[in-house]
T-cell receptor, first 114, second 113 residues
Framework: DVKVTQSSRYLVKRTGEKVFLECVQDMDHENMFWYRQDPGLGLRLIYFSYDVKMKEKGDIPEGYSVSREKKERFSLILESASTNQTSMYLC?????????????FGSGTQLSVL | GENVEQHPSTLSVQEGDSAVIKCTYSDSASNYFPWYKQELGKRPQLIIDIRSNVGEKKDQRIAVTLNKTAKHFSLHITETQPEDSAVYFCAAHSKAAGNKLTFGGGTRVLVKP
């Protein structure tokens, strides 16, 4: 079974802090994704990675960066957290391992920026 | 890029009735359309999908239909049960528009016993 683990379920940070959200998958999958979920806006793609050290911007990359030093780990970085980044963050990989269609999500991290 | 609109945003049905959620997409190159279900406090999970070379697909009480000409697709849930209460998301995938999934805004479905 695919397993996608996000390190924190809830996180509270202050405006201006640097925030790291961690995601680990155990299936040696190529593609990993970071989405944010906001009521009424659905899931919006922030960044994705198709290989180690490779990344592509999604639809809303502003204010975020990512890191993929190892294949199993994909980190989302908020360089200077702002209140409008309060959201649910979901990491995902593709069920097939190589595609970008059938996503399997982690449990999510609810981030509050005060 | 792709734009996916989903309606309604909330849907309340009586147990046993049918529920229908509709989505429209903008990119005619989109060719894969999945539906995700997210129960309260849980992760979104893929429940059914359809490709552009198929007009309809069924899996027990759920079905999806696709109208490529009109660029819309729908999720149908028959004989609704309380465990169908969740938020449902449609999505469209286009290899031409960044090779990624674009999601609709979600529909909160409440099945009243």
């Amino acid at each position: 079974d695919v397993k996608v683990t996000q390190s924190s379920r809830y996180l509270v940070k202050r405006t201006g802090e640097k925030v790291f959200l961690e995601c680990v998958q155990d299936m040696d999958h190529e593609n990993m994704f970071w989405y944010r979920q906001d009521p009424g806006l659905g899931l919006r793609l922030i960044y994705f990675s198709y290989d180690v050290k490779m990344k592509e911007k999604g639809d809303i990359p502003e204010g975020y960066s990512v890191s993929r030093e190892k294949k199993e780990r994909f980190s989302l970085i908020l360089e200077s957290a702002s209140t409008n980044q309060t959201s649910m963050y979901l990491c995902a990989t593709d069920l097939t391992g190589t595609g970008r269609e059938k996503l399997f999500f982690g449990s999510g991290t609810q981030l509050s920026v005060l | 890029g792709e734009n996916v609109e989903q309606h309604p945003s909330t849907l309340s049905v009586q147990e046993g009735d049918s529920a229908v959620i509709k989505c429209t997409y903008s990119d005619s190159a989109s060719n894969y359309f999945p539906w995700y279900k997210q129960e309260l406090g849980k992760r979104p999970q893929l429940i059914i999908d359809i490709r552009s070379n198929v007009g309809e697909k069924k899996d027990q009480r759920i079905a999806v239909t696709l109208n490529k000409t009109a660029k819309h697709f729908s999720l149908h849930i028959t004989e609704t049960q309380p465990e169908d209460s969740a938020v449902y998301f449609c999505a469209a995938h286009s290899k031409a528009a960044g090779n990624k999934l674009t999601f609709g805004g979600g529909t909160r479905v409440l099945v009243k016993p």
